[in-house]
């Protein structure tokens, strides 16, 4: 049986690693930081609570609830991986060499 304390901390790994894969594919997909912000429709000081929480410098938000943020970040990870996609497509296409996920 997973008691309480290993259940929250699973839940807060799950979330900072999420929040995390999002901001990588924000970085490869070039979207600025506000444009991530908008696109999972966060008020700045909601951005700023999961910025911190991922940084570990901040507890798990309450707003947006962690169920309705997985949702949105998986929405928006889903989006910009298509649009990645199609980039590199794109360039192999056009006789280019696709960039380097770690290279932008």
């Known amino acids: 049986m997973i008691g309480p304390t290993t259940a929250c901390r699973a839940t807060v790994t799950l979330a900072r690693s999420q929040f995390g894969m999002l901001n990588q594919l924000g970085e490869e997909a070039k979207l600025s930081t506000d444009d991530r912000r908008r696109a999972l429709n966060l008020t700045a000081p909601e951005w700023q609570a999961?910025?911190?929480f991922l940084d570990r410098q901040g507890p798990l938000p309450l707003r947006p609830q962690l169920s309705d943020m997985l949702q949105r970040i998986a929405g928006l990870a889903y989006a910009l991986a298509l649009i990645i996609d199609?980039?590199?497509?794109a360039e192999i296409s056009a006789g280019g060499t696709p960039h380097d996920r770690t290279m932008g």
Do not use: A, L, N
């Open 86 to 89: 199609e980039r590199r497509d």
């Open 50 to 52: 999961w910025s911190e």
